[in-house]
């Protein structure tokens, strides 16, 4: 935990919940710490709103954050993201997970086009919205 407060503390974040520090009361319902963590956060998602899917956009590095903040302020709370880090050919970037209520496929290519104007690369998507099993 030192390490990861003096990181959060350097990038002037805020860590939002420690489950070290919380009461049994608090604890009670949560997941496992591994459906919160890269693609278990939307399957997570899928199993409260099945009207949601997915993006898997890749931020290239070296203005990674940049690209992060300009999507965030494109889109604001519309398309909540989900950050991983990586290190990649010696430079570390990042691959968000970025979760939209699906409306249309039209509406996710033109997310995707406003993602690849602020050169982000959209790898993988849905084609469809996902669902949850009957």
Same mark, same amino acid.
């Given at each position: 935990?030192?390490?990861?407060?003096?990181?959060?503390?350097?990038?002037?974040?805020?860590?939002?919940?420690?489950?070290?520090?919380?009461?049994?009361?608090?604890?009670?319902?949560?997941?496992?710490? %591994?459906?919160?963590?890269?693609?278990?956060?939307? !399957?997570?998602?899928? $199993?409260?709103? @099945?009207?949601?899917?997915?993006?898997? =956009?890749?931020?290239?590095?070296?203005?990674?954050?940049?690209?992060?903040?300009?999507?965030?302020?494109?889109?604001?709370?519309?398309?909540?993201?989900?950050?991983?880090?990586?290190? %990649?050919?010696?430079?570390?970037?990042?691959?968000? !997970?970025?979760?939209? $209520?699906?409306? @249309?496929?039209?509406?996710?290519?033109? =997310?995707?086009?406003?993602?690849?104007?602020?050169?982000?690369?959209?790898?993988?998507?849905?084609?469809?919205?996902?669902?949850?099993?009957?």
């Amino acid at each position: 935990m030192p390490a990861l407060t003096a990181f959060a503390e350097h990038r002037k974040a805020s860590i939002v919940y420690r489950s070290d520090t919380a009461g049994e009361e608090e604890k009670k319902g949560l997941p496992p710490v %591994f459906e919160l963590a890269w693609n278990h956060t939307t !399957l997570r998602g899928l $199993r409260v709103d @099945s009207s949601i899917t997915y993006l898997q =956009i890749l931020y290239p590095y070296p203005d990674q954050m940049a690209k992060v903040e300009a999507m965030t302020k494109l889109f604001g709370d519309e398309l909540p993201g989900h950050l991983e880090f990586v290190r %990649f050919d010696g430079n570390v970037t990042c691959f968000g !997970l970025p979760v939209v $209520r699906y409306t @249309s496929e039209e509406r996710l290519d033109e =997310i995707i086009r406003l993602h690849e104007e602020v050169n982000c690369q959209s790898s993988i998507r849905t084609a469809t919205p996902l669902r949850r099993a009957a």
